[in-house]
């Protein structure tokens, strides 16, 4: 069963926009909410993270909003940059971060000028 | 370069045969964890050590898989009798306990033909 759903499978933005990725969680016993990006090759790096103590955290041009009561929660990348290109992964984990992650299916991220 | 490293990168087998991947984590890193990830879906977990102790194996890793991880630093992964559906990314992780972020490897890619 998928227990993370993320959407879209890819996306298109115009460098200068914004991008935005949904995910959607089922088991509420996960308190630990991580984006990972991976580039083609590599192996996922973490972004940004936030628990369900608070609505939003903002790291540079990269935001997470989250919304316990929907068990939804999104990233938003502010001024996109060709840079950006990537795949982007929500993540779920229980015991603040200490166990496993469980991951969404990913987001194809392209940024075109 | 301190991250976490994994061998080989590639590798390339035929059914039946027998494959083992080495992940190094960062030194230090108390925690290890190794996942799964097929073309165009998220990393799945597989199974974690803390230390040398393995603490939870996906019900994904059948009795064809098993992982070690002797000392607690590095840990190895073999797959005995590989088959087709085996042909995947292996990512390996680590953590410092109770620190939450996983560091990624940058993955051994498995063809099994």
């Known amino acids: 069963q998928q227990q993370v759903k993320q959407s879209p499978q890819s996306l298109i933005v115009q460098k200068g926009g914004i991008s935005i990725i949904n995910c959607a969680y089922e088991n509420t016993a996960f308190d630990y909410f991580p984006w990972y990006q991976q580039f083609p090759g590599k192996g996922p790096a973490l972004l940004i993270a936030i628990r369900p103590d608070v609505s939003e955290k903002k790291e540079g041009r990269f935001t997470i909003s989250f919304n316990k009561s929907a068990k939804q929660f999104s990233l938003h990348i502010m001024d996109s940059q060709p840079g950006d290109s990537a795949t982007y992964f929500c993540a779920a984990s229980k015991n603040f971060g200490n166990e496993k992650l469980t991951f969404g299916t990913g987001t194809r991220l392209t940024i075109i000028p | 370069d301190t991250g976490v490293s994994q061998n080989p990168r590639h590798k390339i087998t035929k059914r039946g045969q027998n494959v083992t991947f080495r992940c190094d984590p960062i030194?230090?890193?108390?925690?290890l964890y190794w996942y799964r990830q097929t073309l165009g879906q998220g990393p799945e977990f597989l199974t974690y050590f803390q230390n040398e102790a393995q603490l939870e194996k996906s019900r994904l890793l059948s009795d064809r898989f098993s992982a070690e991880r002797p000392k607690g630093s590095f840990s190895t992964l073999e797959i005995q009798r590989t088959e087709q559906g085996d042909s995947a990314m292996y990512l390996c992780?680590?953590?410092?306990?109770?620190?939450?972020?996983?560091?990624f490897g940058p993955g051994t890619r498995l063809l099994v033909l």
């Open positions: 030194s230090e890193h108390n925690r």
């Open positions: 992780a680590s953590s410092l306990w109770p620190q939450e972020t996983q560091y």
